[in-house]
């Protein structure tokens, strides 16, 4: 949970540097907007909004947010990493679940798993580009229903009624953990 005391502290500050007078109004919008960092994690995303802030205006919050969280062409890049790492690592024989749950609903628009772990190499460019794009949509809707992309091996089992043979999904993301550094997420083990 964000401390809020040293939260107006950091936002009293930026607002002496740019010279703007915070309101209650303003200061309940950027909590809003990220409570879900921590103060250190704010308070680093700021300074680097200062040093890179080329105007005299308050950093709104999206600014901050993009230091936090990167940008949507940034998460999109990333996506399309994972994604791709899983074809190379698991194939379309087995049955996936992404922790991003953007990327199994882009996946999914683009013809399922199978179809997408086929993809021949020189086609990678091409199918890169309309992943990328499709999660930036998918991003600035809000898509976050998960969705379990079918593998061959469980798709085979439920057409032939082997339904005690299918295995569990794979899950890509959930076990490892996200951290935020400089903007950008990196997976670590």
């Known amino acids: 949970m964000l ?36 103060f250190e994690q704010i308070s680093g995303a700021a300074m680097k909004c200062v040093k890179t802030h080329k105007y005299n205006t308050l950093p709104k ?34 049955t996936v679940e992404f922790a991003d749950p953007i990327i199994s609903n882009v996946i999914q628009e683009l013809g399922g798993w199978m179809l997408f772990s086929d993809i021949k190499t020189t086609e990678l460019p091409f199918w890169e580009k309309r992943f990328r794009e499709f999660y930036k949509v ?19 089992n439920t057409q032939t009624n082997y339904l005690d043979c299918i295995p569990e999904p794979i899950k890509i993301g959930f076990n490892e953990y996200l951290i935020k550094y400089e903007g950008v997420l990196h997976e670590s083990n």
């Open 138 to 156: 998918f991003e600035k809707r809000g898509v976050n229903t998960p969705v379990k992309l079918m593998g061959f091996i469980e798709l085979s």
């Open 61 to 94: 919050p999206a600014e901050i947010l993009e230091w936090l969280e990167g940008s949507i062409e940034d998460k999109a890049y990333i996506a399309w990493t994972q994604a791709h790492m899983a074809v190379v690592k698991y194939g379309h024989y087995d």
């Open 3 to 38: 401390n809020k005391d040293k939260f107006i502290e950091l936002l009293s500050g930026l607002g002496e540097l740019y010279d703007k007078q915070i309101t209650e109004a303003m200061f309940d919008i950027y909590y809003e907007a990220l409570k879900d960092f921590s």
